[in-house]
């Protein structure tokens, strides 16, 4: 069984552009987490979406959003990039939104902003 | 007050030694917590979760609970150099709130020699 998939694995934008990052959750997981983790750190809670709908936000400004298809794949979009946005964007599924030990991280996308 | 602070590291241990990490939490409300492993450039992987007092073993890794100092520890027992790697402690949020959310320290860095 495929695990979590991400998309891109890299990606290198320029400051004040827009990015979209993609995740497909493991077969039959409805949960998706999205994660930030900068170099030296630990990953930092974003965002979760459990059936489409947002079941929490972490501290992060309104330039991040995503959102979830009825696939539960789901997207993050960070708009006018800081250089500080440069980070690894890790992706979790679950099968459930009330289990935290459940979740599965996807390998990451790295994201470079210059 | 950091919600979860690690030891500081990088920890580096002699092949076969016992390796100790350490966490210490803030809210005492807290109820479970994690471990996750994290090699350089990959997704971190669960390796143990714990919620009761005490001691949970699971093969050459022992984690430890103690609420009442509110801290919690890995030990890892007859250390490889495959163990190299981040480690990263987590909890989730209590009860009514966001479980896809885990808390994360900053990591602590193990390097086992040869």
């Known amino acids: 069984d495929a695990g979590v998939t991400q998309s891109p694995t890299h990606l290198i934008k320029t400051r004040g552009q827009h990015v979209t990052l993609r995740c497909s959750p493991i077969?039959?997981?409805?949960?998706v987490s999205w994660y930030q983790q900068v170099l030296g750190q630990g990953p930092q809670f974003i965002f979760q979406?459990?059936?489409?709908?947002?079941?929490g936000r972490g501290n992060f400004p309104d330039r991040f959003s995503a959102r979830q298809f009825p696939n539960y794949s789901s997207e993050l979009n960070v708009n006018a990039l800081l250089l500080g946005d440069s980070a690894l964007y890790l992706c979790a599924s679950s099968s459930r939104w009330d289990s935290s030990y459940e979740q599965y991280f996807g390998p990451g996308t790295r994201l470079t902003v210059t | 007050q950091k919600e979860v602070e690690q030891n500081s590291g990088p920890l580096s241990v002699p092949e076969g030694a016992i390796a100790s990490l350490n966490c210490t939490y803030s809210d005492r409300g807290s109820q479970s917590f994690f471990w996750y492993r994290q090699y350089s450039g990959k997704s971190p992987e669960l390796i143990m979760f714990i919620y009761s007092n005490g001691d949970k073993e699971d093969g050459r890794f022992t984690a430890q609970l103690n609420k009442a100092s509110q801290y919690v520890s890995l030990l890892i027992r007859d250390s490889q150099p495959s163990d190299s790697a981040t480690y990263l402690c987590a909890f989730p949020p209590r009860g009514g709130t966001s479980y896809g959310k885990l808390t994360f320290g900053q990591g602590t860095i193990l390097t086992v020699h040869p």
């Open positions: 979406y459990y059936e489409k709908e947002e079941r």
């Open positions: 077969s039959g997981h409805k949960s």
